[in-house]
Structure formats: structure tokens, C-alpha cells
């Protein structure tokens, strides 16, 4: 064995060097260094450096507001669509100018999070999100406007991809809708490109750039190698953008469905301290519009006639076990007969009844051609199963039927009543203290202290919580679960949380982001329940007439003005976080303390003429035919539908905070990351959640 004299100091020098990133060196030929994806690594926090000196500017970026104002004439309360947003400065700045409805959609996950954390730092109302511009992920008919900025379109290697992106802007483009594209002036870069430049970014970055033609002189390759004073070079990137001239971007767009394609100027906005401008230096402005009709269903209601909604419900043929006597009832019956009464209130809509569960896919297959929208009221589940009511939205997903409410991922997340509180946690939302139990040998490490409520930690219709759900010690809790057990199962698992003594309070919300409605918040009155039987909404008071329980009455909930701002904040950011649809019920309770603790999440609540969702409506002016009418208006919104034909709709209430969900959730996310800077001992005196800075720190920002 050959002896290593290599010096100590020497070896750990070479293996410090070899973790750096290394250059290519010298390279021939540009065009093979790049990769057909090149576009999903790039745009990260070292684009945003070596291209700051534009893309930070805002005096170059209101320059080219300006255009797209003056040239398309747009209105403040048309729906936009920027397309490649990046870090989101157009967006941001047609919001500062009271744009509306703005959205800014992007690749790169690490642009859209910066476009979030400046949207909320300003308080502006717009929506980020995140994926392929080749497969939008909005209904047709969406926007009046699609914009795509900043030299983002040509990415691909082959023209047919720079299609798909049209076609798809076109589908999501309404009728008489108009298309902007800012690209980069093909001819006069061929011809005056750089093929070398350099440049320090700062007075620790340094980046050296190399350009050359592809070899079929349709793209422009370029290189960038960039360096840090202190560590060297830190990337080696190559990327490529087609070059389009007026010619062929009209071509493109006339294959791609459009009308009219208009050439407006050539403009070269650059900051005052640019030194090298690429393929920024100069472009030219393109737009054109969509000529084609509404659909069909859309020119039916302008004539008056009505859309097709088809009403899925519970099947009253067979067993649900949830029900008292497991069958359909003459109150279910009843409850039918209203629902029934209160669509028939609603105008410019036909509605049809399904509720034959085994032969429901065979009969929405018939129909779902002329179905326009399905009213999914099947909250008992597919064949009454409560574990299968995901089912009926993952058939009508499978059959690309729309509907209302949420889809098959919210309602699994939802039935487990534990995830939802994981969830909770993480976004820094205050609950119940509790405990997911399986088997009694985990009892053991119980440190909850007594009374806890006792409930299964899946179900609906508050199954499995009565008045003997309460254990006020260790062997009361044993008997609970040994007799719930055997009524619902020796498997099922069980969730204990304290139980707390202050308001219940329920919170409703019917829309979508980011034109959510927070109905009034109400509490329940047990003032007529005797004072021996616990404070619970549970089974009693949803299905027994003969019990103390039944008399629970739901009231407008005497709450601290703060307390109900936050809840609706928590409320709305769920929304967002757990994929809810349409309407939702968000249910708390208070603690002895006033602080609030969020209990459960409600997607597709109940939807009949006495449930809380309409009760909530009832104290907003809303009749329960207005709030059905509400629930279908918003999924038709979500899938671009059409406007509402109700006039009763107006009279919905607005949220207390003009941020959307999305919004919501996002303040959270970020707010979160810069917290344990935060003095914890002032937000503990501040809050009335709990005596956690961690909570209060993601409402005050708001």
C-alpha cells in the first residue's frame, strides 16, 4: 500500500473546491449546451439578479402599463390574465391602478411565492398561480384579456409548443376577447445581438455572457456564466428564445384561431443603468382578438331560455345508516319537496332530479351532453355511504361534467377530522387540544385533561356525538369508547379534545376566490337545554325531535369585533388551503377564555331549508331560494358559465376583508417564515387566539 504523504490542510482544501459549481470553459457551440426544458431551472433567485436592473424597475415597468392601457383600452373591471407573470410587476402594477380582476399565472414556483410575498406586502387584491402555460387550468371563456410580457413567449424548441400556448389562451379568451404580446423584435436582434458582454450586478456579482445564432438562425442561444466575488463561479446557464418577427408572430396567431393581429410599435424601455439588455433591447407589440360565438348554453339564457342543471341526491331507495331509523323519512321527504320549491324560484334555469344510485353513471352518461351543470346535492354519499360521498364528484370528474361544490381531494381531506387539525397547525390556526385514538392501549399516553368530548374521527352529520360523548375522567372515557365502538365499529378510530366551555359558533361562506361572501356568523343558543345536559350540537338536536337538544336555536353571534375578524381571516385561508368549492362551513368553539378553536371544516355542508347554511343566509336577507341560486352562480362563475340571471344575488354580503382566500393563505405561508424575528412576549399581550406569538403574527400583518 502506497503511503499518502498528501498534506491534511491540502486535501481538505481540493474537496472544499470540488462542491463548487464548475464552468464549462470554453465552448464551441452553444446550441448544444441547451436543454429543451431550459426554462424550468432558470427563473430563480439569480434571474431576478442578473436581469434586476429591468425587471426592478419601476419606472420601466409603468412605461409598459402604460401601453397595454392605451392600446387595448382596457377597463378597470375587465378580467386579465398575465401569462408568464414572472415575479408579477404588471399584475401588481394594474392592481395599484384599481385593476379588479388581475391574475398572474407562471412556470417558476419561486417568482410566483415573490409575486405572493409583494402582493401582500402592498395589500393588493390579485391571485398567483403556478403551472404550464401549455395546459391552463381555467374554464373557457375566462378572461377578457391575456397578456404575455417581457420577451416570455418563444421558450420552446419547436413552434408547435409556441402554439399549443395560443390555442390555449384563445380557448380561455372570451368571445371579442384580445391577446398582447410584448416579444423580442426578431430582425433587429439577428442582426445586432452581442455576441459578448460582461457586467458586475452589484458589487459582489459579476456575470459574462456569450450569444450566438442557432443553426437554423431562428433562435438566439445564450450563455451566462456568473460569479460571486467570494465563492467563484456560482452558475453556468445556457438558455434560447425564438426569434419572431411581425410576419411570422401574425401567422402564428392566425393558425392559432385569432383575428385581426395588429402591429403597434417597436419600444425599447430600459433602465437608465442597463449595460447589457439582451434580447430586452428592443421588441415589438402584437395583439389580436377572438372571433368566435358564446356557447351554446350561454346564448340560451341571453335568449331567455333556461339552462340545464341536473340535482344529484341521496338515494331514498336505500339504507343510511346515519338517519334514526337508517331509511328516508317523511321529514327527508319534506325536506325534498322545499329544495324542490326553492330551485323552482330560481329563473332561466330547468332542473331534473337524479337519485337512482345504481344506475347513476349509466344516467349521467345519457345525459351529461345536455347537461350545462350539475347541482351536487349528494351529501349521504354515493349509495348513502358517508365514506363514498368523494365518489360523486370523481364520477362527474371522469364524465368532465361541472359542478358545485367541492371535489373528491377536499372531501377526503375534510372527513378526517384529524388531518384538518394537522392542517390547522401547520398554518398556525388555533385548535382544540386532542388526541387521535385507536385502541385503548394509547390511552396511556393521554395528557388531555378532563372533560374531553369524545367523537368519531370520521362521519358526518354529527353521528356518534349525543350527550353521553362527554367523559369527566379516565373510566368514564373508557365506557364511551367501549360503547361507541360497539355501535359503530371495533376499528373506528376516535377523536378526544377538550372540551370547551365558551360559544359555538358556526361561519359560512358561499363564492369562490377572490369574490368570496362571509354570511353572518351565528352561535347556538342553548338556553333552552337544561342545565344538567351539556352544551353540544350533536346528533340530538340534527335528528331527534324528542329531545332537549331539539330547541338549540342558531343566532347571530355576539362576538368581539376582532375575534370575528380573525375567525373569518382563519376561515377564508382554509378555504383556499383544503381546495374548498363554492360553499363551506367552518364550525369553532370558544374557550373559557373567549379564545377561539376551530372544531371542523365543512365542505358541501347541509344544504337544507333548516340547516345552518341557511339560517346564516336567513339573518343576511337571503331566502332559501337565493341561497341555492347563490351556490349554482358561483360554480358557474368558477367554470366561466355565465352572469347571473338573479337579481336577489346582489343582497349577498361581503366579506369583512377585501382579500380573497388565496390571498389569505398566502400571508400566511410567508408571514410564517419571518416570524422568529418577532418580539414573542408583545404578540402573547396582543392576541386572542392563544398565548402563542405564532398565531397572532399571521393575522396582524393583514
Request: aromatic letters at 8%.
Amino acid at each position: 500500500m502506497t503511503q499518502n504523504n498528501t498534506d491534511p490542510n491540502t486535501r481538505r482544501k481540493r474537496a472544499k473546491c470540488t462542491v463548487q459549481k464548475k464552468t464549462f470553459g470554453p465552448v464551441e457551440d452553444l446550441e448544444t449546451h441547451v436543454r429543451s426544458d431550459w426554462w424550468q431551472t432558470l427563473f430563480n433567485s439569480l434571474y431576478l439578479k442578473t436581469d434586476a436592473d429591468l425587471l426592478d424597475d419601476m419606472e420601466v415597468t409603468r412605461k409598459e402599463v402604460d401601453l397595454i392601457v392605451s392600446i387595448l383600452g382596457v377597463a378597470p373591471e375587465e378580467k386579465i390574465l398575465d401569462l408568464c407573470c414572472g415575479q408579477g410587476r404588471h399584475v401588481l402594477e394594474l392592481a395599484r391602478r384599481g385593476f379588479s380582476n388581475v391574475e398572474g399565472y407562471d412556470r417558476s414556483q419561486y417568482l410566483i411565492r415573490k409575486a405572493r410575498t409583494r402582493a401582500q406586502k402592498e395589500n393588493l387584491q390579485v391571485r398567483f398561480r403556478e403551472g404550464d402555460a401549455r395546459k391552463l387550468p381555467y374554464p373557457s371563456d375566462t378572461f377578457d384579456v391575456v397578456t404575455i410580457l417581457g420577451n416570455s413567449f418563444g421558450y420552446f424548441d419547436s413552434t408547435l409548443q409556441d402554439q399549443k400556448v395560443l390555442e390555449e389562451i384563445f380557448r380561455v379568451l372570451k368571445p371579442d376577447g384580445r391577446v398582447f404580446i410584448d416579444a423580442v423584435d426578431g430582425d433587429y436582434m439577428k442582426k445586432s445581438f452581442q455576441p459578448r458582454s460582461w457586467e458586475w450586478l452589484d458589487r459582489k456579482y459579476f456575470v459574462c455572457r456569450e450569444r450566438a445564432l442557432s443553426a437554423d438562425g431562428d433562435r438566439l442561444i445564450c450563455r451566462e456564466v456568473i460569479s460571486r466575488i467570494d465563492k467563484g463561479v456560482i452558475a453556468d446557464q445556457f438558455y434560447a428564445e425564438r426569434l419572431y418577427n411581425k410576419e411570422s408572430l401574425f401567422e402564428l396567431l392566425t393558425v392559432s384561431g385569432f383575428s385581426s393581429p395588429a402591429f403597434h410599435t417597436t419600444f425599447s424601455p430600459v433602465s437608465a443603468g442597463t449595460q447589457d439588455a439582451g434580447m430586452m433591447e428592443q421588441r415589438i407589440l402584437v395583439s389580436a382578438s377572438v372571433e368566435k360565438p358564446w356557447p351554446t348554453f350561454l346564448q340560451a339564457v341571453g335568449n331567455k331560455k333556461p339552462m340545464n342543471i341536473a340535482v344529484l341526491l341521496g338515494d331514498p331507495r336505500k339504507e343510511d345508516q346515519v338517519k334514526p331509523a337508517c331509511i328516508f323519512d317523511d321529514d327527508d321527504f319534506d325536506t325534498l319537496e322545499r329544495m324542490k320549491k326553492a330551485l323552482a324560484e330560481i329563473p332561466f334555469m330547468k332542473f331534473t332530479f337524479l337519485d337512482r344510485h345504481e344506475t347513476l353513471l349509466e344516467d349521467l352518461k345519457k345525459k351529461a351532453a345536455k347537461i350545462d351543470l350539475v347541482l351536487n346535492l349528494c351529501d349521504e354519499g354515493f349509495y348513502n355511504d358517508p365514506t363514498k360521498e368523494l365518489h360523486v364528484p370523481a364520477l362527474l370528474e371522469q364524465l368532465n361534467v361541472p359542478y358545485t361544490g367541492a371535489g373528491p381531494q377536499c372531501l377526503a381531506f375534510c372527513y378526517d377530522k384529524s388531518i384538518i387539525r394537522g392542517v390547522a397547525r401547520e398554518m398556525r390556526i388555533p385548535v382544540a387540544k386532542g388526541m387521535l385514538v385507536t385502541e385503548d392501549a394509547e390511552l396511556s399516553k393521554l395528557s388531555l385533561s378532563f372533560p374531553l368530548l369524545v367523537k368519531p374521527n370520521s362521519g358526518d352529520s354529527s353521528f356518534g356525538i349525543t350527550q353521553k360523548s362527554i367523559a369527566h375522567n379516565r373510566e368514564e372515557l373508557l365506557e364511551i369508547l367501549a360503547a361507541s365502538r360497539e355501535k359503530m365499529g371495533s376499528c373506528r378510530p376516535f377523536l378526544l379534545e377538550e372540551f370547551l366551555p365558551g360559544k359555538d359558533i358556526s361561519v359560512g361562506i358561499i363564492g369562490n376566490p377572490p369574490s368570496c361572501n362571509v354570511l353572518p356568523i351565528t352561535e347556538e343558543d342553548y338556553s333552552e337545554v337544561p342545565e344538567e345536559f351539556p352544551k353540544i350540537c350533536g346528533y340530538e338536536a340534527k335528528w331527534l325531535p324528542d329531545s332537549p337538544y331539539w330547541n338549540i336555536k342558531s343566532v347571530p353571534a355576539d362576538l368581539p369585533e376582532k375575534t370575528r375578524k380573525e375567525i373569518v381571516k382563519c376561515c377564508l385561508a382554509l378555504f383556499t388551503r383544503l381546495g374548498c368549492r363554492d360553499y363551506a362551513r367552518f364550525d369553532w368553539r370558544l374557550d373559557a377564555e373567549g379564545k377561539p378553536k376551530l372544531l371542523e371544516v365543512n365542505p358541501n355542508p347541509g344544504w337544507c331549508w333548516d340547516g345552518h347554511l341557511a339560517k346564516m343566509a336567513a339573518y343576511a336577507n337571503i331566502s332559501y331560494s337565493g341561497m341555492l341560486a347563490a351556490i349554482i352562480e358561483a360554480a358557474k362563475e368558477r367554470y366561466g358559465l355565465g352572469a347571473s340571471e338573479n337579481l336577489e344575488l346582489r343582497k349577498m354580503p361581503e366579506t369583512t376583508s377585501r382579500k380573497s382566500p388565496a390571498e389569505c393563505a398566502a400571508e400566511f405561508e410567508e408571514e410564517i417564515e419571518a416570524r422568529d424575528s418577532m418580539d414573542s412576549e408583545n404578540a402573547r399581550k396582543k392576541s386572542v387566539f392563544s398565548n402563542s406569538s405564532e398565531t397572532i403574527q399571521a393575522f396582524e400583518s393583514v
